[in-house]
């Protein structure tokens, strides 16, 4: 079964820095992959999406690779905010031509003032 | 526009009992989702709905738990009986159909404690 791996539990970063958040995975070939940002107590929403034959997306102060090679995809947030802290989710959508998303654990940003 | 509503937001139950869930997804939204998120974790899908159609229910441990959408809107997520181990967060999604990529917009989840 598929294994999708986020580089860290916990990220500390300055303000005004760029965090890179890693996501790694194995057994599988998504056709897309996505992030998401959840605050405590909330349910995950949805920042960006990204799909097998693009190599970089990007909206506003955030930018998403997918390297399927590498089986790969990194999340930047540049100029970041004591706002931007919280847990951020990458997902693997599948191949079967559903909308079903598998997660990984979520890497948890603070960006310290 | 209102987002996706879940109720309860909490919820203790001694184990053995039955407890059940409640989403309210978007309006126009045709599939609905059913996560579990248990601590320090991602969310796990336990079933997807294409209108009142379960079409995933692969996850779904189908010994306790049960999930009905009528109608093809609101669903409905049951346990019973309720075992310590399904304290977790019970998050509902929806998005406007099944294509690939589609958004999925999540409500707030139901936190569940059995005691």
């Known amino acids: 079964s598929q294994k999708i791996e986020q580089n860290s539990e916990a990220l500390n970063i300055q303000e005004g820095k760029t965090a890179t958040l890693t996501c790694n995975y194995t057994?599988?070939?998504?056709?897309?992959l996505q992030w998401y940002r959840q605050d405590p107590g909330r349910g995950p929403v949805f920042l960006l999406l990204?799909?097998?034959?693009?190599k970089e997306k990007r909206k506003e102060r955030l930018k998403v690779t997918f390297d399927t090679t590498l089986k790969q995809s990194l999340f930047h947030i540049t100029a970041s905010q004591p706002a931007d802290s919280a847990t951020y989710l990458c997902?693997?959508?599948?191949?079967?031509?559903?909308?079903?998303?598998?997660f990984g654990t979520g890497t948890r940003l603070t960006v310290i003032p | 526009e209102a987002g996706v509503v879940q109720s309860p937001r909490y919820k203790i139950i001694e184990k053995k009992q039955p407890v059940a869930f409640w989403c309210n997804p978007i309006?126009?939204?045709?599939?609905l989702y059913w996560y579990l998120q248990n601590l320090g974790q991602g969310p796990e899908l336990l079933i997807r709905y294409e209108n009142e159609e379960a079409v995933d229910d692969s996850q779904l441990p189908k010994d306790r738990f049960s999930a009905e959408r009528l109608k093809g809107v609101d669903s409905t997520l049951k346990i019973q009986p309720a075992e310590l181990g399904d304290s977790a967060v019970y998050l509902c999604?929806?998005?406007?159909?099944?294509?690939?990529?589609?958004?999925?917009?999540f409500g707030p989840g139901t936190r569940l404690l059995v005691l």
């Open positions: 057994n599988y070939s998504p056709a897309y």
């Open positions: 997902a693997l959508g599948d191949q079967t031509g559903a909308n079903n998303l598998f």
């Open positions: 309006s126009g939204h045709n599939t």
């Open positions: 990204i799909r097998e034959n693009e």
């Open positions: 999604a929806s998005s406007l159909d099944r294509a690939p990529g589609e958004t999925q917009y």
